[in-house]
């Protein structure tokens, strides 16, 4: 359960790389890095799965003062999450 609670916070990490930061390097966290994967293969993290391209913009604009809160009613990124997924 604790598994659950805690891979948001580490599903959100590749869009913080994606600015330049890399909190946690593959090579210095194999089994952190496992982990990731394993979570990421359960079928229920598939169905609530962000790309941290999402993350990414949404972190782009509330730098900027207009973060995107309502992704999910936006058609394009439904369909672009399930391309990607």
């Known amino acids: 359960m604790a598994d659950l609670h805690l891979y948001p916070i580490f599903e959100r990490l590749p869009a913080i790389c994606k ?44 730098k900027a003062g207009f973060p995107e ?5 936006d058609g394009e990124t439904v369909e672009t999450q399930k391309s990607v997924a």
């Open 19 to 62: 600015l330049g930061f890399d909190v946690f390097p593959a090579d210095k966290y194999p089994v952190l890095t496992a982990w990731t994967s394993t979570m990421q293969q359960l079928d229920f993290v598939r169905k609530i799965w962000y790309s941290p391209v999402l993350y990414k913009n949404f972190i782009v604009g509330r």
């Open 69 to 73: 809160y309502d992704v999910e009613l």
